[in-house]
């Protein structure tokens, strides 16, 4: 019962990765009329030309990490090495964190790297959640709040794209989120035989995070869905 319910949510993930580069498209397909249309000045030609880049660091990065997502689960589920699992997954991790810092302060940040690294995210934490209910069923909570958050996320996120053309980054609620849980993801990794009080109190911290982010997520995607139509009314 529990791997089918995790197939099915593993499924419902894949569908919001496809309604986000959906919406990616719609995005580049705006852009592109727009700059059909108009001229810019020279400043803000090189703010988008920044923001339009495919070929960045952190892009790189962000591919990089979900060519790691089988390396890391046929570690885990066939090798069934969790050293190597463990290494795997921290360097995921780390590269997560780099290609953030690289993109704020080397003038990196792009509209495919907002939506790109999420993805990135989202792929190898659903991953390694579904790897580790072959050991811990409890497992299932983190994921199917996932799930849950990425398709609500989806579904307004690309609202938000199709009416206002903005694509909003990752907030620190959605970093502190993602590092819980790594942390709690790796915790079980390496500790082999972790004692289950410890594991539903690393787990419990997690689902509660990820609540918390679900919430200011959809408060600000909704607020900006507000704001338009209050404009358009205007």
């Known amino acids: 019962i529990v791997a089918h319910s995790a197939y099915y949510l593993l499924c419902m993930l894949y569908m919001h990765t496809c309604m986000v580069l959906k919406a990616s498209y719609h995005l ?6 727009i700059g059909e ?3 810019m000045k020279s400043k803000e030609e090189n703010t988008n ?21 089988p390396v890391f689960m046929w570690l885990y589920c066939v090798e069934r090495d969790y050293i ?17 810092f690289v993109a704020r ?25 579904f ?10 909570l983190p994921l199917g709040l996932m799930v849950l958050k990425e398709f609500f996320m989806g579904v307004t996120g690309l609202l938000v794209i199709q009416k206002t053309g903005k694509v909003f980054g990752a907030e620190w609620h959605g970093k502190v989120s993602t590092w819980l849980l790594y942390i709690m993801m790796i915790l079980h990794v390496f500790w082999f035989n972790i004692p289950d009080t410890v594991s539903k109190v690393l787990i419990g911290v997690c689902v509660v995070m990820m609540a918390i982010s679900l919430v200011l997520y959809g408060r600000q995607n909704l607020k900006a ?3 338009e139509e209050k404009n358009t009314e205007d």
């Open 49 to 69: 030309s920044a923001r339009s880049k495919i070929l960045t660091i952190p892009n790189m990065l962000s591919f990089f990490r979900l060519c790691l997502i």
């Open 105 to 129: 302060h080397f003038n990196m940040v792009s509209d495919l790297g907002k939506i790109l690294d999420p993805i990135a995210d989202k792929m190898t934490q659903a991953a390694m959640l």
């Open 131 to 140: 790897c580790m209910l072959t050991r811990f069923p409890l497992m299932i």
């Open 84 to 100: 190597w699992t463990g290494i795997v997954l921290i360097i995921s991790g780390v590269t997560d964190t780099v290609d953030g």
């Open 28 to 33: 580049w397909q705006m852009k592109r009329k």
């Open 225 to 227: 869905l507000g704001q």
């Open 37 to 39: 249309d108009e001229r």
